[in-house]
């Protein structure tokens, strides 16, 4: 089955760290460009990080430097490394496939490009 279910949601101290993972069935990550979205409350879902086939990564400006994206095709797991979190951090993350190896010119952050996508669970940042 074509499917994406993520753990690691949960609240986290401003200035801690937090994994998410997503593990794919029915899915060969080489195959497919991955990415993290999110969506806080009141707010259009919007993207946060990209890996293609290559393994090549781009993150949205706001969270450059704290998070790192990263996949284990042998495993089929799609994983993001929250550092140095925010409050403005708090949201629904959400993992996804896209329908290509490959995504450039920024065209990543288009929802539309993504087929499959996780349960999107809460990351809740306290101060």
């Known amino acids: 089955q074509v499917k994406l279910v993520e753990s690691g949601g949960g609240s986290v101290q401003t200035g801690g760290s937090r994994k998410l993972s997503c593990v794919g069935s029915?899915?060969?990550?080489?195959?497919?460009?991955m990415a993290w979205f999110r969506q806080a409350p009141g707010k259009e879902r919007e993207g946060v990080a990209s890996?293609?086939?290559?393994?090549?990564?781009t993150y949205v400006d706001a969270v450059e430097g704290r998070f790192t994206i990263s996949r284990d095709n042998h495993k089929n797991t799609l994983s993001l490394e929250m550092n140095s979190v925010k409050p403005e951090d708090t949201a629904m993350y959400y993992c996804?496939?896209?329908?290509?190896?490959?995504?450039?010119?920024?065209?990543?952050?288009?929802?539309?490009?993504?087929?499959?996508w996780g349960q999107g669970p809460q990351v809740t940042v306290s101060s």
């Open positions: 890996i293609d086939s290559d393994g090549r990564t």
């Open positions: 996804a496939a896209a329908d290509a190896r490959y995504i450039g010119n920024n065209n990543w952050r288009h929802l539309v490009r993504y087929t499959v």
């Open positions: 029915g899915y060969r990550y080489t195959d497919h460009c």
